[in-house]
């Protein structure tokens, strides 16, 4: 029962390419998160959604765009990719609701890139 | 600014030991906090948060606001724990987006 989707496992592209990253969720959450993971680093975000068609910078989102044009899907879009941007992405979502999930994070399983 | 630490990329024990994964932050207001865990080829999930005040696993946590901490603990451990293991912190009334530390990595050896 995958309830967050991201839609590449790994991917290898090379300098200066455009990446698009997608990440469905089907469990109707309204917030949606893109972070990187770094090992010593852990977690950075990279931005997030509260909604449709909004979106907020996180703490690293530098070379970074999103889109959320459906209520069910965030993208996050490298205009032109970098070595250092060589990593792997998370995606998550989670609900605001008065319920006892309410702000817990469930994550997709990942996106490994690799910029050459 | 919200920030967390842990200060211990890695922690070895042995089958049975004691373990403690240290978690410390910084946050001005009133914080929700969090521990989720990576298992090997796994995705991260939860694995407990202060407010439900519960034992998940054998491993309990407790937010003690004057330390401004919320390690994590269990008593005897067991190989299956080895597991990367993230403290996040969500300032309530704040962004939702949780601020994670860098993560600890627990090695229980046999």
């Known amino acids: 029962d995958v309830k967050v989707t991201q839609s590449s496992r790994y991917l290898v592209k090379r300098t200066g390419e455009k990446v698009f990253l997608e990440c469905v969720q089907d469990m109707d959450h309204e917030n949606m998160f893109w972070y990187r993971q770094d090992p010593g680093l852990g977690l950075r975000l990279i931005y997030f959604s509260y909604d449709v068609k909004m979106k907020e910078k996180g703490d690293i989102p530098e070379g970074y765009s999103v889109s959320r044009e459906k209520k069910e899907r965030f993208s996050l879009i490298l205009e032109s990719a970098s070595t250092n941007q060589t990593s792997m992405y998370l995606c998550?979502?989670?609900?605001?609701?008065?319920?006892?999930?309410?702000?817990?994070?469930?994550f997709g399983a990942g996106s490994r890139l690799t910029v050459l | 600014a919200q920030r967390v630490t842990q200060p211990e990329k890695l922690l070895s024990v042995f089958k049975g030991a004691p373990v403690e994964l240290k978690c410390n932050y910084s946050?001005?207001?009133?914080?929700?906090l969090f521990w989720y865990v990576q298992y090997s080829r796994q995705r991260l999930q939860l694995l407990l948060r202060h407010i439900s005040r519960e034992s998940i696993k054998g491993f309990t946590a407790d937010l003690n606001k004057g330390e401004t901490s919320f390690h994590l603990k269990k008593p005897f451990a067991q190989e299956e724990d080895s597991a990367m293991y993230y403290c996040?912190?969500?300032?309530?009334?704040?962004?939702?987006?949780?601020?994670f530390g860098s993560g600890t990595r627990l090695q229980v050896q046999p």
């Open positions: 998550a979502s989670s609900t605001t609701g008065p319920t006892s999930g309410a702000n817990v994070l469930t």
């Open positions: 996040a912190l969500s300032g309530l009334g704040g962004r939702r987006a949780l601020t």
């Open positions: 946050y001005s207001g009133s914080p929700e």
